[in-house]
């Protein structure tokens, strides 16, 4: 069974969600209920949930560091949301740049949107710019 994880809008809990449960209905929050805040299979984390999930998942995790004033970011994020639909066996997460300025500054994000790859807790892959779906595909080495 694929899966991806969830961060609480409400409590900041950070939540194991089935991928076809994700999609079939609004998952909640397992500790206080609350809908959790997801976009096709892409969910928005703060960095003390980016590191947990990195070192949970059993495979790759495919994050999107962006900000809402960026106009490529703006662009590329319904192509990302339609490649965490393609890609369910990855974990697709977001960080906001501009909320989470220390985890951008450590991992030298110079640019946005830029995607980095991770598998068991590392950096394998990174991205600077927009992509469409089958760019992220290939990038994924699907």
């Known amino acids: 069974m694929n899966t991806t994880f969830a961060e609480c809008p409400k409590c900041r809990s950070l939540n194991k969600v089935s991928s076809q449960k994700a999609l079939e209905k609004t998952p909640v929050c397992g500790k206080c209920g609350e809908t959790l805040a997801m976009h096709g299979l892409v969910s928005?984390?703060?960095s003390a949930n980016f590191k947990k999930i990195i070192t949970k998942a059993d495979g790759l995790v495919v994050v999107d560091?962006?900000?809402a004033w960026c106009g490529p970011c703006k662009s590329y994020g319904p192509e990302y949301q339609k490649a965490s639909l393609q890609n369910q066996q990855a974990v697709f997460l977001k960080i906001n740049?501009?909320?989470e300025q220390q985890i951008s500054a450590e991992y030298g994000i110079r640019g946005i949107p830029c995607t980095i790859v991770f598998k068991n807790g590392k950096e394998i892959n990174r991205q600077s710019g927009a992509m469409s779906a089958e760019q992220v595909k290939s990038f994924l080495g699907n």
């Open 44 to 46: 928005e984390v703060s």
């Open 65 to 67: 560091f962006w900000a």
């Open 97 to 99: 740049t501009e909320a």
